[in-house]
């Protein structure tokens, strides 16, 4: 579970929650502009959406993660370069076009910064380029420059909230946490619904905080807070190619309780990570595993992870079905692949608290059956209708509650325990990627 | 492609070929029974088939692989204590229930075997069992042994036929291929259609020749021809805890040249498991990945199985959408994540012969485009069609054609190089498996 146990009846409620979690912290602003342009790779227009978030004074502490797909996007090509820069300004965002081994990407990003350091008056080098979207066509780069105007015109020191609805693609809503530390705030926000296995980061997210943390102490406690968060989430087991996370500190508000930060950090970015997959596509149940009692993180994360990416068991959670054999091939296929020498006789199982194996056999009755059913069906986010064109999609755009199909498997051997999440695989999940072209 | 190239433009047509590919090799015979019976665990009556393979004199001469599946069903754990025994005289199949984590699973098995012997007049260590369906359900025991006198009644020297039809569960048809080898042949059957990324086999396979190869020979080359053919595919990644691969040699024709006879064990393994993927749970389309040129057959096999996993480019192809981008993306996510070392800079990439991918970067215009389109709707096994339930099922239950989806990676920087064969994601996959209780 998030941090939070929200129910929301309609999506004006989501918004005004949102709201209420978006004021910026000291020190930053946002500004987005959206405008029509002509892709040279299809035959019809498109839209773009540009978002700026910009410091009031650059600024020495900034981190940021990126994608390990070794076909990594041009902004991550340029992004990893910007580590080295003394200082941050701004970072530009679109979305619509990833720039993804597309010919003349990087020269494409680099054209962008350096436009937007023109119009904010400062260098290219302190521009932090991200792109999000189709993978292989080229940015629209005139047309963006054209923009650039509109999107600082717009900037405000408000909300965070017209940035996060920015950067969104498929995501059905926008998603916001913030966490209250010290005199101050973090306050993030993350993009992504599809092509969901982060390996060092999910699609898009920006940490904003004003609480003062030097560069060496903010990225490691940032590769941490991700090891926890979004590298222990899959929608579909998909890395995308341009995973990013930043983090930016305007360092407005003195503060030395790190382990506090830290705290906070974790806590924004373990809600940012489940908030992407309960609105990931096709998502109808949020699947949380802890596994416990492994002989190492490794094993124990990597055993939720195949159960969150089981296909079939994620299916039989789609249809409320549980399903439990699924379940238990998936942990053996882990295990005989990749730790065959591991100890299974002690291995137990919950589903919804209730047990389903233990010492090597199941431990079913038809009474277990139906609480299992009721704890599928308490979970689920809709029900799924069949439609008339037989294009399935989620008729709500908000999360009407943060209940999760809840797994408990517990090794016994071991001491480390993990917690990863995932969803099912659903209709509405192949419908989205099948049923029309993205 | 399978080493035929049929095409089928009837059910009645496709059982007629299987029928003239199942003569049964010399010594062998097969018999079957289907019953009703009623599961301890579900409230209605259910149906089961027995099916008998026995040999007319106990051979030495057999092998057997069987999952890798951490949690085996209770036949995969006594099958392979059968492989220490001088001999084996007969094969007890059944369907609907697997016998994997039941209580008392070994016992049902061994109970099975005793009272197939007792059939047959051999002794119990004589007897391989083997289970597939419901994992969890236990075995009716009783049922079964009522049974078997008609399964033994109803053998026959004539065909294997009725065991293919006997074996299966989901799948739409049965499967048989044979190769001919000097003066004797090599028959196989094949089962076999969702928990299919089989690790050593795939789900149940029977192999029978009446070509006299010692075990000692035959042993490793049913390894070798099951690593190049059912560990090179894959459905949907999952790994069943049933799989078992069998080969039984009647010894009835004399030959030394095993060279020719592994040839022809290898088609037929190959042919099958191309079968296995063409009948899988939802495809509609096959795609058969070709990897050259990489640093080792690990990593060829890897990438090939990456893609054809992969869910996102899983759903273009069953969209008939030619998105190269997901393609890039399931490459360069496992390269990240299990190779990250590995220059992908020579890396081209061919769909359908059409160049999409060279030098790091897409390579890709409009009469590309259509030229992709046209090669996935080629491929198609069938059109789907949103159906008024919403519950998608195939309308064919014969293969119309053995066309493939044909991708060639070509790593250019090492000289290994490796055929992995997959399908499509589809909604009469999440349909099977979401949409109504297995």
């Known amino acids: 579970m998030p941090s939070t146990n929200l129910t929301f009846a309609h999506r004006d409620e989501h918004r005004a929650w949102l709201a209420s979690q978006g004021a910026l912290p000291a020190g930053f602003r946002v500004g987005t502009t959206r405008f029509d342009f002509m892709p040279a790779e299809a035959p019809k227009p498109a839209k773009m959406t540009l978002t700026l978030l910009t410091l009031e004074q650059p600024t020495p502490s900034f981190a940021a993660l990126f994608t390990r797909n070794a076909f990594p996007g041009a902004p991550v090509i340029v992004g990893r370069k910007r580590l080295a820069e003394p200082t941050l300004g701004a970072v530009i965002i679109n979305n619509k076009i990833s720039n993804v081994c597309a010919p003349g990407g990087v020269e494409a990003s680099e054209r962008i910064c350096a436009a937007t350091a023109a119009q904010l008056g400062l260098a290219p080098g302190q521009i932090l380029p991200c792109s999000t979207g189709v993978i292989g066509w080229t940015l629209p780069v005139d047309a963006m420059i054209g923009a650039l105007p509109q999107a600082a015109a717009a900037l405000t020191n408000a909300s965070i909230l017209p940035a996060a609805e920015g950067i969104v693609t498929t995501d059905l809503y926008p998603k916001i946490?913030?966490?209250?530390?010290?005199?101050?705030?973090?306050?993030?926000?993350?993009?992504?619904?599809?092509?969901?296995?982060?390996?060092?980061?999910?699609?898009?997210?920006?940490?904003?905080?004003?609480?003062?943390?030097?560069?060496?102490?903010?990225?490691?406690?940032?590769a941490r807070a991700c090891d926890a968060s979004f590298n222990a989430i899959s929608v579909d087991s998909d890395t995308s190619t341009s995973d990013t996370v930043v983090a930016l500190s305007s360092g407005r508000v003195p503060f030395t309780d790190w382990g506090a930060f830290e705290r906070g950090l974790h806590q924004v970015c373990r809600d940012l990570a489940e908030d992407v997959v309960r609105n990931g596509e096709g998502v109808r149940h949020v699947i949380r595993v802890t596994v416990r009692n492994a002989a190492s993180l490794g094993l124990a994360r990597a055993l939720g992870k195949a159960v969150v990416n089981g296909p079939l068991f994620k299916c039989a959670v789609a249809g409320n079905d549980p399903n439990v054999g699924r379940l238990i091939q998936a942990i053996g296929k882990h295990v005989g692949a990749h730790a065959p020498g591991t100890n299974l006789s002690q291995l137990s199982a919950k589903l919804g608290g209730v047990e389903i194996f233990a010492r090597g056999v199941f431990q079913l009755n038809p009474e277990k059956e139906k609480a299992l059913v009721a704890h599928l069906r308490d979970a689920e986010l809709y029900q799924s209708a069949p439609p008339k064109d037989g294009v399935f999609s989620a008729p709500i755009d908000f999360p009407p509650h943060e209940r999760c199909v809840d797994l408990e498997i517990d090794i016994g051997n071991g001491a480390a325990s993990a917690t990863v999440i995932g969803g099912d695989l659903t209709h509405e999940y192949v419908s989205e990627n099948a049923d029309y072209r993205s």
């Open 177 to 222: 946490r913030r966490a209250t530390v010290g005199g101050g705030s973090i306050v993030g926000i993350a993009k992504g619904a599809g092509m969901i296995e982060p390996n060092l980061a999910t699609m898009l997210v920006y940490i904003l905080t004003d609480i003062a943390v030097p560069r060496t102490e903010l990225r490691p406690m940032l």
